[in-house]
């Protein structure tokens, strides 16, 4: 049933697992997770895909000629598994890919090297020394005749600097002088190939999306939070543990706060309490979660609320309070326009939240293979002005993102004391439109 069910996922109309979710929808069941043996031929079908089909354009629109990939195995560049097929889980002493344009657009793929990477990559050396490896390298760039050949090197781009120094230097004792001129950086590939998401991975993203959303709505329910005994570390602990058993590990180790009615708080502070507390009725829980699964990395925030003795229901104030985090979350996509810098975009956001008299912090970061990822940075949680580089990087269709940030308001609850509502669901955009990958929260979580 699963297998059925990863074939669906990689058959179905663009972005319509997506449009399925609806915006407010509560994930009330885990959508079924793939064994480590069954994930192999849906990535598989992704990777080939992306080569076949991506990567050709977008090695024209960076003018490259020639893309080398060089590898040594335990350094390999983080690039090396989004290109390989699974199982890959080294490189294997020296592993060298070689992506050649060809006249007609299309994209020769091959290896120089000892081990044969599936037969995705069929190797045009037949073995010898690591001498004769680098010299048959420096033949076939010869027998190619490149005109730019990208490297992953670069300055600004962490994962686009992956080609390590002393492979650098091995390339350029082998080659001749003519093509080291020709060597110039791939980082304007390297950022497109890693922000781009192909059909096929927009079809399983929503799942892997409600798979986060599904375990926080446990974590934030009376399963896992007993109110006067738990900690916020148990609770953290058991999303930890929870992704674990499921064979989906975070990227990062989830975390939990609290705000609570006394805590001295500012516009500009808002008190998020000891590192470990004790749950208590009465409180704002937030947490932070993000897990990578099939090669698409999530980032989530949601809140909840623990109800004091005699409620039924979220404080009217609070309810408020999350709709203007929501409406902030308009205004932020709202924004995404193609073609505009993530500097542009945080700036519009930011006039337009004023505009509305919303106290809003905006730090919107890419996702894809890595929860970090490469593409428009719209602020930073510590910088709400523009950021070189990266914010200067314009937003392109087919990308995905955290909608990350927050709001500051009064609770008149709690004698108008300030509080933050913190938000982050993870979104595609399209080229015109902004797409929740398994909806956004509209409603409190509830702990009774």
């Given at each position: 049933?699963?297998?059925?069910?990863?074939?669906?996922?990689?058959?179905?109309p663009?972005?319509?697992?997506?449009?399925?979710?609806?915006?407010?929808?509560?994930?009330?069941?885990?959508p079924?997770?793939?064994?480590?043996?069954?994930?192999?031929?849906?990535?598989?079908?992704?990777?080939v895909?992306?080569?076949?089909?991506?990567?050709?354009?977008?090695?024209?629109?960076?003018?490259?000629?020639?893309?080398?990939?060089?590898?040594?195995?335990?350094?390999e560049?983080?690039?090396?598994?989004?290109?390989?097929?699974?199982?890959?889980?080294?490189?294997?002493?020296?592993?060298?890919?070689?992506?050649?344009?060809?006249?007609?657009?299309?994209?020769?793929?091959?290896?120089?090297?000892?081990?044969?990477?599936?037969?995705?990559?069929?190797?045009?050396?037949?073995?010898?020394?690591?001498?004769?490896?680098?010299?048959?390298?420096?033949?076939?760039?010869?027998?190619?005749?490149?005109?730019?050949?990208?490297?992953?090197?670069?300055?600004?781009?962490?994962?686009?600097?992956?080609?390590?120094?002393?492979?650098?230097?091995?390339l350029?004792?082998?080659?001749?002088?003519?093509?080291?001129?020709?060597?110039?950086?791939?980082e304007?590939?390297?950022?497109?190939?890693?922000?781009?998401?192909?059909?096929?991975?927009?079809?399983?993203y929503?799942?892997?999306?409600?798979?986060?959303?599904?375990?926080?709505?446990?974590?934030?329910?009376?399963?896992v939070?007993?109110?006067?005994?738990?900690?916020?570390?148990?609770?953290?602990?058991?999303?930890?543990?929870?992704?674990?058993?499921?064979?989906?590990?975070?990227?990062?180790?989830?975390y939990?706060?609290?705000?609570?009615q006394?805590?001295?708080?500012?516009?500009?502070?808002?008190?998020?309490?000891?590192?470990?507390?004790?749950?208590?009725?009465?409180?704002?829980?937030?947490?932070?979660?993000?897990?990578?699964?099939?090669?698409?990395?999530?980032?989530?925030?949601?809140?909840a609320y623990?109800?004091?003795?005699?409620?039924?229901?979220?404080?009217?104030?609070?309810?408020?309070a999350?709709?203007?985090?929501?409406?902030w979350?308009?205004?932020?996509?709202?924004?995404?326009?193609?073609?505009?810098?993530?500097?542009?975009?945080?700036?519009?956001?930011?006039?337009?939240?004023?505009?509305e008299?919303?106290?809003?912090?905006?730090?919107t970061?890419?996702?894809?293979?890595?929860?970090?990822?490469?593409?428009?940075?719209?602020?930073?949680?510590?910088?709400?002005g523009?950021?070189?580089?990266?914010?200067?990087?314009?937003?392109y269709?087919?990308?995905?993102?955290?909608?990350?940030?927050?709001?500051?308001?009064?609770?008149?609850?709690?004698?108008?004391?300030?509080?933050?509502?913190?938000?982050?669901?993870?979104?595609?955009?399209?080229?015109?439109?902004?797409?929740?990958?398994?909806?956004?929260?509209?409603?409190?979580?509830?702990?009774?």
């Open positions: 049933m699963r297998i059925s069910l990863a074939f669906l996922l990689l058959t179905l663009l972005f319509s697992l997506a449009k399925n979710f609806e915006q407010g929808r509560e994930i009330k069941q885990l079924d997770v793939l064994s480590f043996q069954e994930r192999v031929n849906p990535l598989n079908e992704m990777v895909d992306r080569l076949d089909n991506l990567l050709p354009r977008l090695m024209n629109e960076a003018d490259l000629d020639m893309w080398l990939v060089i590898n040594r195995e335990y350094g560049d983080r690039l090396f598994y989004t290109l390989v097929p699974q199982p890959t889980f080294a490189a294997r002493r020296t592993t060298l890919l070689v992506f050649n344009k060809r006249e007609d657009g299309s994209v020769e793929r091959f290896s120089v090297s000892r081990y044969p990477i599936g037969d995705v990559y069929p190797t045009v050396w037949e073995g010898g020394t690591k001498q004769e490896q680098w010299q048959k390298l420096a033949e076939v760039i010869a027998q190619k005749d490149p005109q730019r050949i990208g490297i992953n090197i670069s300055e600004d781009w962490a994962l686009a600097d992956g080609l390590s120094v002393g492979l650098h230097q091995q350029l004792k082998y080659l001749p002088e003519m093509y080291q001129k020709r060597l110039v950086s791939a304007q590939l390297v950022v497109r190939w890693l922000e781009t998401r192909s059909e096929k991975e927009l079809q399983v929503p799942q892997v999306v409600a798979l986060a959303r599904g375990v926080i709505a446990e974590a934030f329910s009376n399963k939070i007993t109110p006067g005994a738990t900690t916020t570390k148990d609770i953290e602990w058991y999303l930890r543990e929870r992704f674990e058993a499921l064979q989906l590990r975070p990227w990062f180790q989830p939990v706060n609290i705000q609570r006394g805590d001295k708080t500012t516009k500009e502070d808002v008190f998020m309490g000891e590192y470990n507390r004790v749950v208590q009725p009465g409180d704002i829980l937030h947490t932070d979660v993000g897990i990578c699964y099939l090669n698409q990395c999530t980032d989530t925030q949601e809140m623990v109800l004091k003795l005699g409620e039924s229901e979220v404080p009217q104030g609070l309810k408020d999350l709709a203007v985090g929501n409406r979350q308009d205004i932020l996509t709202n924004n995404f326009v193609t073609g505009l810098t993530g500097n542009q975009i945080l700036a519009n956001t930011i006039a337009q939240s004023e505009t008299g919303i106290i809003s912090s905006t730090y970061h890419p996702l894809g293979f890595v929860g970090h990822a490469s593409g428009p940075t719209i602020g930073m949680w510590d910088n709400q523009p950021t070189p580089v990266q914010g200067d990087w314009k937003l269709p087919n990308t995905a993102y955290a909608i990350e940030g927050n709001i500051v308001t009064t609770l008149p609850e709690w004698d108008n004391q300030w509080i933050q509502i913190k938000l982050e669901q993870s979104a595609v955009f399209d080229g015109k439109t902004v797409w929740y990958l398994a909806g956004r929260q509209t409603q409190w979580h509830i702990i009774r």
